[in-house]
Each structure stands twice: as structure tokens, then as C-alpha cells.
């Protein structure tokens, strides 16, 4: 569940790269709507799946109706069943949004679910990642926090330090703040808990936002 505020403040006003998705009739849409959604009528949800982005893109969804009656819970399951992790629903509805004094959109919303993926602050570029794992510069530590049975089941790449997500607030001692850092973990979940972290304590961080398997040899595929 996602409040109106938290929408406003946390998602919209930041500018994010995420899914809104408005479940009213096409009519109710037409009278108002949040800016930046898309009108899905829950009736036609099964139908429109089949043109939405792919779920390997992991889009951040967030799913509205007019009042919390229920239709965007319904909508979120079915999302779940697709394969959409996470979808969040908005407490209230759209008159929770309305009722909390917010700027509303006039108009036809779109009808095609679009998502255009924006690098999270910190990531760093799959290319880039590639190009200095495969010779770790001088002035890189590069930090695999994977739990330590991972990384003894997997292999871990040429040169990296394990040091696992659970564990950085408590090892910073072990932790280079003369060299830049470049984080990774299997799909970049913890790699960004870690990462917020080091940031907060001032040292020079990115992290790779992605799935990567390192192997018993010091490679390493991306996905």
C-alpha cells in the first residue's frame, strides 16, 4: 500500500521511472486523473498484459481506483501472477489524491502501458562494469556482497573482496577510503543496501544494478 503523500513526495516529485496505473471505467478517467497515468480498466487488465513491458525489465508498478474499493488489489494480483514483483496500491484510491488537495490531470489519459528505465542513482553501467572486472584498475576495490555461502558455492571474481551486505556497517575498517568502489551482488538488490550505506559514510561507491553469476574460474556472465 502506497499513501497519496508517499505517491506525491517519494515517487512523482522525484522525478522516479515508474507505472501508474489508473483501474476506472474509461469514463471516470476522463474527468480527472494523476498526472503521469495510464487508464487500464480493470474489466480489460487481461487483455492489456499482453502489451505491457517486459517483466525482466522489473517495472515499478503502482495501481489506483476510485475510491479503494477493491479493484486495484485485484489488479495487483493479477500483476503478481504475471511475473510483476511488487506492485504497490494507492490508499484511497484517486480520492484519497483529489482529497488531499494534489494536481490532477485534465484530458484522455494514455491507454498504453509504457516504461522507460532510468539508472538509479549510484548504478554503474553494465559496459563500464564489464570492461575494468576483467582488470581490476589500481585504484578500484571492487566489493562482492553476497553471503559468504554464495560466493563459496559460485567462485567470485579475479580480485574482488567478499564482504557481505548484512556485514558492511560493521567491517568499514576493512573497507579502502583512498580507492573508488564499485559494489556487486547476484542481482543488485543488496549491492544498492550496501551501497546506500558507504554513501552515507562518505566514501566513493557505485554499484552494478543487475544479474550477474560469478564463476569458479574469477569470471563472471551479466544478464
Given at each position: ?158 580480485g574482488a573482496v567478499n564482504i557481505p551486505a548484512d556485514e558492511i556497517a560493521d567491517r568499514l575498517a576493512e573497507i579502502s577510503r583512498d580507492k573508488k568502489l564499485v559494489l556487486h551482488c547476484n542481482t543488485g538488490t ?34
Amino acid at each position: 500500500m502506497l499513501s497519496a503523500k508517499s505517491l506525491k513526495e517519494g515517487w512523482l516529485d522525484k522525478g522516479l521511472s515508474f507505472v501508474l496505473i489508473d483501474v476506472r471505467p474509461e469514463s471516470e478517467a476522463g474527468q480527472g486523473f494523476i498526472p503521469g497515468a495510464t487508464n487500464v480498466p480493470e474489466r480489460e487488465m487481461d487483455q492489456a498484459l499482453a502489451t505491457f513491458p517486459k517483466r525482466e525489465l522489473k517495472p515499478p508498478v503502482v495501481i489506483y481506483d476510485a475510491n479503494g474499493d477493491g479493484s486495484a488489489e485485484r489488479v495487483a494480483a493479477k500483476l503478481i501472477k504475471a511475473g510483476y514483483p511488487g506492485p504497490r496500491v494507492l490508499t484511497g484510491g484517486y480520492a484519497a489524491w483529489k482529497g488531499a488537495g494534489y494536481q490532477v490531470a485534465a484530458g484522455k489519459p494514455a491507454a498504453q502501458v509504457v516504461y522507460v528505465p532510468k539508472p538509479k542513482p549510484g548504478t554503474i553501467s553494465v559496459a563500464e562494469f564489464q570492461a575494468f572486472a576483467r582488470g581490476i584498475p589500481a585504484g578500484v576495490q571492487l566489493l562482492d556482497v553476497r553471503g559468504a555461502d554464495e560466493v563459496a558455492k559460485t567462485g567470485m571474481i579475479k580480485g574482488a573482496v567478499n564482504i557481505p551486505a548484512d556485514e558492511i556497517a560493521d567491517r568499514l575498517a576493512e573497507i579502502s577510503r583512498d580507492k573508488k568502489l564499485v559494489l556487486h551482488c547476484n542481482t543488485g538488490t543488496r549491492a544498492e543496501m550496501a551501497y546506500t550505506i558507504l554513501k552515507e559514510k562518505g566514501y566513493q561507491v557505485r554499484y552494478l544494478d543487475a544479474t550477474i553469476t560469478p564463476n569458479q574460474d574469477g569470471g563472471f556472465t551479466i544478464k
